[in-house]
Nanobody, 122 residues
């Protein structure tokens, strides 16, 4: 089992920045691909970014390229999502997830956190 706890969400004005953290515990976290997803009311869960276990390779959704950066510190069992130049359409609950396959498909992820709300005002 892997337990995931997100933090760092909040209310920010458009153009601002936030850094989300995902603290992991349980099995060796470096064995897992980590992903960030988001879900706005009435929509399906959407891929944001993912990172390999070693942190050597990342993928971002087109909607956040150039604005968001995923990273991880395996010594701290923590994954981060640095979000810059935030837009109102980035408003959603953000979830981190752990899985064995490098994928943008949320069904490929086994363990999920409870989510943290990000609200961007215009």
């Amino acid at each position: 089992q892997v337990q995931l706890v997100e933090s760092g969400g909040g209310l920010v004005q458009a153009g601002g920045s936030l850094r989300l953290s995902c603290a992991a515990s349980g099995r060796t976290v470096s064995d897992y691909v980590m992903g960030w997803f988001r879900q706005a009311p009435g929509t399906e869960r959407e891929f944001v970014a993912c990172i390999t276990g070693s942190g050597d390779f990342t993928t971002n959704a087109n909607s956040v390229k150039g604005r968001f950066t995923i990273s991880r510190d395996n010594a701290k069992n923590t994954v981060y999502l640095q979000m810059n130049s935030l837009k109102p359409e980035d408003t959603a609950v953000y979830y981190c997830a752990a899985g064995k396959l490098y994928s943008a498909n949320p069904r490929m992820y086994t363990f999920w956190g409870q989510g943290t709300q990000v609200t961007v005002s215009s």
